[in-house]
């Protein structure tokens, strides 16, 4: 596959590894395996990113647990079949994966592109405080007729200029990936804690008006 492919969706992240290698699964003969790296974010706190990462590309037996590395990929997502309902999972997938020495402060940590489609209706509200919000699903193009589905969240005047998007416009974006805990409510006496992913929007822009029909995932 050509370099272009990949345009729509880049990703760049660094961290510490957190977690050892999962199997996920094989195609062709070829594992994939998930690894968790935290990514510090300007202030104090940080996010702890998934990984996908193909045993070709790093030693699967191996721990690198509280080394750096640093990532180039795509942020993917595919529906994931669990007991009566399926869930969006999103993850990092590799396409190169650098293990460092020691932290590079001139790498920056947590970077996405993203060139999609809208393919739900924002939904825009406002905080207690007031603060202005705005969720997206983007739906970037994958080769063979795939595409990632991409929630994505806009703050203060990128929110009120996302609100106005319609279904199908094509839009442009770049920001960071970040993770959010939450608690999940499954019946009156069981709560789960589970963690979203999304990307937080630092600029954005529409490119052109046009009307593409676009699959809206199943999830929860």
């Keep these: 596959m050509t370099d272009k492919v990949f345009d729509n969706n ?9 977690s050892g290698f999962e199997f996920s699964h094989e195609v062709f003969g070829e594992g994939f395996y998930s ?7 300007l202030s104090d706190s940080f996010d702890v990113i998934p990984l996908m990462i193909s045993e070709r590309l790093m030693d ?10 640093e990532v180039l990929g795509q942020f993917r997502s595919y529906n994931r079949h669990e007991a009566t309902r399926n869930r969006l999972v999103l993850s990092v997938f590799a396409r190169e994966v650098n293990v460092c020495e020691e932290e590079d402060s001139s790498v920056k940590p947590n970077h996405i592109y993203l060139d999609g489609f809208i393919c739900k209706a924002p939904v825009y509200r406002k ?4 603060r202005e919000i705005a969720d997206l ?16 969240i806009c703050w203060g005047r990128n929110a009120r200029y996302a609100e106005n998007f319609q ?11 970040q993770s959010r805990e939450y608690q999940k409510k499954l019946s009156e ?10 990307v937080s929007v630092s600029k954005l ?3 052109e008006e046009r009307e593409t029909e676009v699959e809206e995932p199943t999830m929860v």
């Design 35 to 41: 690894l968790q790296i935290r990514v510090g974010r």
């Design 167 to 177: 279904v199908g416009e094509h839009i442009q974006l770049w920001g960071r990936i």
């Design 205 to 207: 822009e529409c490119v």
């Design 137 to 152: 699903l983007v739906a970037v193009n994958r080769p063979y007729g795939k595409s990632d589905y991409i929630p994505c």
């Design 10 to 18: 880049q990703v760049s992240v660094a961290g510490e590894v957190v």
């Design 60 to 69: 699967v037996k191996k721990d690198y647990q509280g080394q750096y590395i």
């Design 189 to 198: 006496t069981e709560v789960e804690k589970r963690v979203a992913y999304e």
């Design 127 to 130: 905080t207690p405080l007031g």
